[in-house]
Each structure stands twice: as C-alpha cells, then as structure tokens.
C-alpha cells in the first residue's frame, strides 16, 4: 500500500474515534495491521510522519493517545 | 521583583536547620514572575488544604509523545504565573555524571525559559525542569537539543533508563551499567519519545545485588548484576578482619540468608551452590571476598508503585544472562515481553499487574522463558502447585 494511502487510513480511523473511543498507538497499528494486511512496522512508520507534520499528536490522559490536534483559533 | 504574595503559612517551612524548598522559591521569584505565582498558588493550596493543578492533556513538542508533563493551574486569573506551569523531562546521562559546565548551561536556558526552578533528579532520574508556558516548550526543546540534550520518557512510554554509578566508581559492580544504560537509551529511542505501550515502562540497571537504585522496587525490568561461579576467599584477609576485631560468625556467618557459610576461627567455607549471591559478605569483607570471575546480570520483572493497584517488587526471570554488546540476548527477550504485554495488555496496565492477573506460568510459556528454581519469589507462601495437562502423566 501507498504511504499516502496508509496515512489517509489512519487519519480518519482517528478521526472516526474523537469524541467516542481514545485510541492508544497500538490500536491503531492492531487495527489497520489487521483490516488492511499492512505490516505493524509500515502502519508505525506513517503514523510517525503524521505526527512529524503535526496532523495527529500524542495527548495523555492517564495513559497516552492519539488524537487530532484541536484547531487554532 | 521580591515577592507579591504574602505566605505566613509557607515562611513557617523556613524554620529549621535544613534548606527548605520555600526560600529557594522566594530566592527564583527574585527574577521569576512564575516563581512568584508559584509561592501565592501553593499558599492557598496549604490555606484550603486542596491541590490547585490541573495535569495532562495536550500539551507536548512536534513529533514527541514523551517528556513534556502538562500542569495546569484551576486559579488561573488569581496566579497568571502559574496558568501553565509545564514540566520538561531532560533525558539525564548514565550514573548521572555532569560537569560544571553542562549544568550553568541547563540551568542558563531554564532560566530562559522557564521558572528557574529544576528538581535534580526527579524519581524517574531524570533532570526535572520545573514551570514553563505551551509557547516556551518548542523554543527551550530546540535549544536543549542545539546543546545536545534531549527529552526523557513519560506517558506510556519507555522512561529514561537509569543505573547506578557501577564501574566508573564503585569496586563492587559486576557490570558495566553506565555502558548497559546508554545503549538501552539509544536502542528505544523510539519507544520513549512516542508512547506505544499499554502503560509505562522502566528499566534499572543496578551494578550487583545491594541494588543502590533500589531497582528491584522501582523498574518494570531490573537488571542486576551477578556472577556464576564460586565466591573467592582470601583466608589471609579473613583472618586479618577477624584480628582487627570483626566477629566473623556473628557479622558474617549468621547473617548470611541461605546459611551457606562456616567459620572455625581460622578458615571461612561457603557452600557456594546454596549461595543466593546476596553481596552481605562480600561487601562487609571486600578485601577477603570478591566474587566469582564470570560476571553477568539476574533480569527481574515486575515492580511498579501503587498508582493504579498495589505495589508490586519485581522478580526473577533470568538467573544469568551475559550482558555484553550489542546485548542481543537482552533486546530479543525485552521484544517478547513487549509483544507479549501488548498483546493482553489492558489500558494502564504495567507488565508485573499483567503477570499477577494472567499468572506467571502463562507469562513463561508464552514468552518463552525456561522455568528455574529461582524464579519462585516466595517458597514458603506458595500453597499451590499448578500442573498443566501436558504435565501429567496419564
């Protein structure tokens, strides 16, 4: 799969999840390793470049999450 | 600047022999307006007899999930100082070695940026830099990183890994801790700076069994230096300890834990096979006994303090394991836990409560670690023994 296509992936699991369910790292590499038959490894390393670009951040809450950053006002 | 708050409470913390922590915040709120705050916040905290931090949240730098503690203040209007007042973890070096001069340029940039105020070490051991604002923490990370620091671990992630002082100062150690602790940070940089665990995870490495970091209470995984082999005994240097006045059976003998030791008044014997290498003998006769020449660490999982259920001492998984570069040995196994937690791992729970709820002998099979006689933690205690179907001969 397409790095672009595997973040878009990622992206809008997140997205999905806001509001109903924190998601930790490793949901999320469990969940799209599974659904889309990627390796852990590749769904780690395009979660990171998201995180670089600051498109998704790490927040903590107890424990800590993946989450869309809030927007700018 | 002088203070702005009157503190009659805290000023009775002045009192006394000892430094007090209330005059070094009076002496940062000289220069440091969240000093200040700092002082008036923790006055009415004491006053009301309730905590005023808010913590966590969203709050971090670009890229990292660890090192930044968000704290907040619930009186914002009352202490703008304090509004934000967010902890920086600095990643400390092995043993915590500085010079003089990498501290003046910690402290330099902390007074920069932050409140001027730093807790050496903080209980994770990490440099602790204490009250900074949201829009601070990129400019004082690309700083400490032009330096080169970086940040340590928090949140669900690797933390800082930390040791003893070891070889580089101390006679007794049976590893190189220092060496073992660099490149544990350098092998999971990726796990400490972006939380990927169910819960934080800890290593210590402490030198031999007197376990100066206290690791077997304080690290999901201890490593702890050990040797395989005999004790070596230098009777000339026994029997000189004895004339100088130690009382070999008393000091020695009895207080040796398995009772493998006997003194006739000339010669000390040590049944080295019931020998739990405990470091009590040797530390107390270190020019008499040394230990044995073929040196390596115990691994022992599991401890943690009761944050979210009840603390825990770690125990032993690996009685003798080589601790040499590039360790593969250690990061093969450290990568089976991992996979193993994470795989049935529930939200914030550490590795030792997932032993505890799933039980040590799944633990073993699974990850694949050979069962030994020393991994029984509590021989006496044990009022059961658990076979599995394959175990019994039918």
């Known amino acids: 799969m397409e790095r672009e296509e595997l973040k878009k992936i990622i992206y809008e699991l997140v997205e999905k999840s806001m509001g109903k369910k924190k998601l930790k790292q490793s949901d999320i590499l469990k969940k799209v390793s599974a659904e889309h038959g990627v390796d852990k490894g590749e769904v780690k390393a395009a979660l990171r470049e998201l995180m670089d670009a600051g498109k998704l951040i790490f927040t903590y809450f107890g424990g800590s999450y993946v989450e869309i950053p809030p927007k700018e006002e | ?394």
């Open chain 2, 1 to 394: 600047m002088g203070t702005k708050h009157k503190t009659p409470l805290l000023d009775d913390l002045e009192k006394g022999p000892f430094p007090s922590f209330v005059t070094e915040i009076k002496k940062a709120a000289e220069h440091s307006e969240y000093a200040q705050d700092l002082l008036g916040q923790l006055e009415l905290s004491f006053k009301e007899k309730v905590t005023h931090w808010k913590h966590g949240g969203i709050v971090g730098v670009r890229g990292y999930g660890s090192g930044v503690i968000g704290r907040y203040s619930d009186v914002p209007e009352e202490f703008p100082g304090v509004a934000h007042f967010h902890t920086l973890r600095v990643n400390s070096p092995s043993g915590f070695f500085y010079s003089t001069k990498a501290l003046r340029e910690i402290c330099e940039v902390w007074d920069k940026y932050g409140s001027g105020l730093t807790n050496m070490h903080g209980s994770t051991g990490d440099i602790i830099l204490l009250g900074t604002k949201t829009e601070n923490l990129e400019p004082v990370f690309a700083e400490l990183s032009s330096r080169g620091w970086d940040l340590g671990g928090s949140g669900s992630a690797v933390r800082t890994p930390s040791c003893c002082v070891g070889q580089a100062r101390c006679e007794w150690s049976n590893i190189d801790t220092m060496a073992i602790t660099h490149d544990i940070t350098h092998h999971y940089q990726d796990e400490m700076h972006r939380p990927a665990f169910p819960y934080k995870f800890k290593f210590k490495v402490a030198g031999c069994a007197i376990d100066c970091i206290a690791s077997i209470a304080r690290a999901d995984m201890s490593i702890i230096g050990t040797w395989k082999g005999d004790i070596q005994i230098d009777q000339d240097e026994v029997k000189a300890y004895a004339a100088a006045g130690m009382d070999i059976q008393k000091e020695i003998v009895e207080l040796c834990p398995t009772g493998c030791m006997s003194w006739d008044g000339s010669e000390l014997k040590i049944n080295n096979e019931d020998c739990n290498r405990c470091m009590h003998c040797i530390a107390k006769m270190a020019k008499a006994l040394r230990p044995g020449p073929e040196k390596g660490a115990t691994i022992l999982l599991g401890s943690k303090a009761p944050i979210v259920t009840g603390a825990l001492m770690s125990w032993v998984i690996v009685p003798f394991m080589k601790m040499e570069p590039p360790y593969e040995e250690f990061y093969d196994l450290v990568d089976r836990i991992w996979e193993w937690w994470d795989e049935y791992g529930k939200n914030r729970e550490r590795i030792g409560e997932l032993i505890e709820r799933l039980g040590f002998p799944r633990f073993l099979k699974e990850v694949g670690i050979e069962p030994h006689p020393a991994m029984v933690k509590e021989p006496r205690r044990d009022p059961f023994f658990f076979w599995s179907e394959e175990d019994i001969e039918k």
